[in-house]
């Protein structure tokens, strides 16, 4: 899930945006002092932060700080009063994006969406397809992405959940999905994923551990692309996903 740093006086307006971003992000709210500020976006490293009614004097230091040590950073500036000279200049800078009174729930989010959206880093400068591992176990998920990193790019989840929303932010090509996690299991997450226009068309592999006859037809009739069971053998598991891929 991307991370939002929303700046402000903490008043009704904060927690208003707040509320209309946290369904699609995580909110950490901030006040508006420099070294909050400093402190908070090292400790959430956000992928963009907000600035809540620009006020253009006492700012201007925390503006400074963005541009020099994060000026990667989006900021996005919900202006407070009309347009002046000085919030000109500022927006001539490609880091810094404003909204203008008065701001509902769907305006800020395309808004947010959109400057996530062009942050995104090119799927395949790494000439790789990218795989997301998912499984409660940590050991298996390091295991699992020893065998694949040389080959692919290896995104991993913990849990159905997180799942979910990585596949949004990092549209994988492929899903080795364990069947048997607690919470939100891997059939569960595979019929979330066929219910979704942007997801049902990523081939999913599950992982199992249980190879009985009846288990295994149990996993077969949710139709995944393939399923492995565990542990497995590296060449095994490249062959698979080979043979899913289409490589």
Same mark, same amino acid.
């Given at each position: 899930? &991307? ?9 009704? $307006?904060? &927690?208003?945006?707040?509320? %209309?971003?946290?369904?699609?992000? =995580? ?54 009063? !009309?347009?002046?000279? =000085? ?17 509902? &729930? ?6 947010? !969406? ?22 409660? $176990? ?13 080959? %692919?790019?290896?995104?991993?989840? $913990?849990?159905? !959940? ?37 997801? &049902? ?6 992982? $199992? ?17 393939? %399923? ?5 053998? =590296? ?6 996903? !080979? ?5």
């Amino acid at each position: 899930m &991307k991370k939002i740093l929303l700046i402000g006086d903490l008043g009704n $307006t904060e &927690k208003n945006l707040s509320e %209309y971003l946290s369904d699609e992000y =995580q909110v950490q709210l901030c006040t508006k002092q420099l070294d909050n500020v400093q402190a908070m976006t090292g400790i959430l490293k956000p992928d963009l932060a907000i600035l809540s009614h620009l006020e253009e004097e006492n700012d201007q230091p925390l503006l400074d700080w963005f541009h020099e040590k994060h000026e990667k950073l989006p900021v996005l500036i919900v202006l407070g009063s !009309r347009e002046t000279q =000085q919030h000109k200049e500022l927006f001539e800078k490609e880091q810094f994006k404003k909204m203008t009174p008065p701001v509902n &729930k769907t305006t800020l989010l395309n808004k947010c !969406r959109q400057l996530l959206q062009s942050g995104k880093p090119n799927r395949y400068a790494s000439g790789k397809k990218k795989v997301l591992i998912v499984d409660d $176990t940590p050991v298996m998920l390091r295991n699992f992405k020893n065998m694949l990193e040389s080959t %692919y790019d290896v995104v991993l989840a $913990t849990s159905g !959940r997180q799942a979910l929303n990585t596949i949004v932010q990092e549209e994988p090509d492929l899903v080795l999905l364990d069947y048997e996690m607690p919470e939100m299991n891997g059939r569960e997450v595979f019929e979330a994923m066929l219910a979704d226009e942007d997801m &049902k068309h990523i081939p999913v592999v599950f992982l $199992t551990s249980v190879s009985d006859r009846k288990a295994v037809f149990s996993i077969l009739q949710s139709k995944p692309a393939g %399923y492995i069971l565990k542990p497995t053998e =590296q060449e095994k598991l490249l062959g698979t996903i !080979r043979e899913v891929l289409k490589e």
